[in-house]
């Protein structure tokens, strides 16, 4: 089945930097567009970022332009974050997902992020 395992999450102090790590399996990576989304405390789960299968087309939230970067290894199945001038808004437990048309498949674990000092 399609599972997602994240990691790479820490402690952070602002303005810090951490890069993000989701392996992907049950499906055929390279043919389909993959995304990040996170969830602070007490809110509902945002997307943060999309990239395209080939990794062409990239598309991030109004929230992390600017900062964060995806990409992907379809070598290794495996799709990053890159997030840069971390803030206390960043703190939240990020998760990977496949992008498709009919919604997201099962979430997985997440890797959280903490950002204080």
């Known amino acids: 089945q399609v599972q997602f395992v994240e990691s790479g999450g820490a402690l952070v102090q602002p303005g810090g930097s951490l890069r993000l790590s989701c392996v992907a399996s049950?499906?055929?990576?390279?043919?389909?567009?993959m995304t990040w989304y996170r969830q602070a405390p007490g809110l509902e789960r945002e997307f943060i970022a999309r990239?395209?299968?080939?990794?062409?087309?990239?598309n991030y939230a109004d929230s992390v332009k600017g900062r964060f970067i995806i990409s992907r290894d379809d070598a290794k199945k495996t799709v990053f974050l890159q997030m840069n001038n971390l803030n206390a808004l960043d703190t939240a437990v990020y998760y990977c997902?496949?992008?498709?048309?009919?919604?997201?498949?099962?979430w997985g674990q997440g890797t959280q992020v903490t950002v204080s000092s």
């Open positions: 997902n496949v992008d498709r048309p009919w919604g997201p498949a099962a």
């Open positions: 990239i395209s299968s080939g990794g062409g087309i990239r």
């Open positions: 049950g499906f055929i990576f390279r043919n389909h567009g």
